[in-house]
């Protein structure tokens, strides 16, 4: 991986996405599981996915911001 300084508009962008993300599942979730009779293998296959790269996502952000309150690269 190419080593990079971490600055606060990276921090704030990384952020951002992450909003975006827990809004998208936010809809998913209203548009996929509002009706019990309705839900299907995939969508809750597709829910899992959702939440394991949303986790994964959150942890690569956390580790930024604590490298950057560090002063370290990434």
């Known amino acids: 991986m190419n080593e990079k300084q971490i600055d606060l508009d990276d921090l704030i962008s990384d952020s951002n996405n992450l909003d975006n993300a827990i809004q998208a599942l936010d809809i998913f ?9 309705s839900i299907t293998v995939n969508d ?19 580790k ?11």
Request: proline share 0%; hydrophobic share 40%.
């Open 44 to 62: 809750i296959s597709a829910l899992s996915g959702f939440t394991s790269a949303l986790c994964a996502l959150s942890e690569k952000n956390n």
């Open 64 to 74: 930024k911001i604590e490298a950057f309150e560090r002063g370290v690269d990434n």
């Open 29 to 37: 979730v209203f548009e996929r599981f509002s009706s019990s009779d």
